[in-house]
């Protein structure tokens, strides 16, 4: 079993950015709110969009920051603190340039492989917390990132992510009730 206790997604707050790949983690927390009946709410607290839902008996809050991706960790942070938790319950949903786009990994620690957003969640939260990386390809050149990360993706990158979505969602009760490496096992597997 695992302590799961928050998911966040990140992304950037604004519309213009709601359908680029960089805001692939909250597409996740999103769909995961749907599914489970939650509806987001503003708490000025933690400067991010907030709800609680119910996972197979197990209160999970999901949390959107509303400080724009490469300023995460410290919205995350205050949530952490005011519910007294340990980076170990966060498990982060983020978008993944070095995954192909149908391709979803859990992993727990690591670096933060040129992902800002992942930086900033590292130097206010430590890197104990779990991640769900979201595959969404590479563009090619290094220097053509940021313009592929930040405008919309091309109607079959959007539907291999939007599958991504789907697919870490189906894990989510098997993650909280058996916890990571299981979870790991079966998305992984089923990916090969």
Same mark, same amino acid.
């Given at each position: 079993?695992?302590?799961?206790?928050?998911?966040?997604?990140?992304?950037?707050?604004?519309?213009?950015?709601?359908?680029?790949?960089?805001?692939?983690?909250?597409?996740?927390?999103?769909?995961?709110?749907?599914?489970?009946?939650?509806?987001?709410?503003?708490?000025?607290?933690?400067?991010?969009?907030?709800?609680?839902?119910?996972?197979?008996?197990?209160?999970?809050?999901?949390?959107?920051?509303?400080?724009?991706?490469?300023?995460?960790?410290?919205?995350?942070?205050?949530?952490?603190?005011?519910? +007294?938790?340990?980076?170990?319950?966060?498990?982060?949903?983020?978008?993944?340039?070095?995954?192909?786009?149908?391709?979803?990994?859990?992993?727990?620690?690591?670096?933060?492989?040129?992902?800002?957003?992942?930086?900033?969640?590292?130097?206010?939260?430590?890197?104990?917390?779990?991640?769900? +990386?979201?595959?969404?390809?590479?563009?090619?050149?290094?220097?053509?990132?940021?313009?592929?990360?930040?405008?919309?993706?091309?109607?079959?990158?959007?539907?291999?992510?939007?599958?991504?979505?789907?697919?870490?969602?189906?894990?989510?009760?098997?993650?909280?009730?058996?916890?990571?490496?299981?979870?790991?096992?079966?998305?992984?597997?089923?990916?090969?």
């Amino acid at each position: 079993m695992t302590n799961l206790s928050i998911i966040a997604g990140l992304g950037n707050p604004e519309d213009k950015h709601e359908r680029t790949l960089h805001n692939a983690g909250f597409w996740f927390v999103d769909a995961v709110a749907r599914k489970y009946g939650g509806s987001f709410r503003y708490e000025k607290k933690f400067d991010s969009a907030c709800c609680k839902v119910s996972i197979g008996g197990n209160e999970i809050w999901l949390v959107k920051p509303q400080s724009y991706m490469n300023l995460s960790g410290g919205p995350l942070r205050s949530v952490l603190d005011y519910y +007294r938790l340990n980076s170990k319950n966060l498990l982060v949903a983020h978008d993944e340039i070095d995954l192909p786009p149908g391709t979803v990994r859990l992993k727990q620690g690591g670096g933060h492989g040129g992902h800002n957003g992942i930086r900033d969640v590292m130097q206010h939260c430590g890197t104990d917390f779990m991640r769900l +990386r979201i595959g969404v390809g590479h563009p090619g050149e290094k220097s053509q990132v940021t313009g592929y990360v930040l405008k919309r993706a091309s109607k079959d990158v959007e539907a291999a992510v939007e599958k991504n979505v789907a697919d870490a969602m189906d894990l989510m009760p098997l993650l909280i009730d058996d916890g990571l490496n299981a979870a790991m096992k079966q998305l992984h597997t089923r990916e090969q």
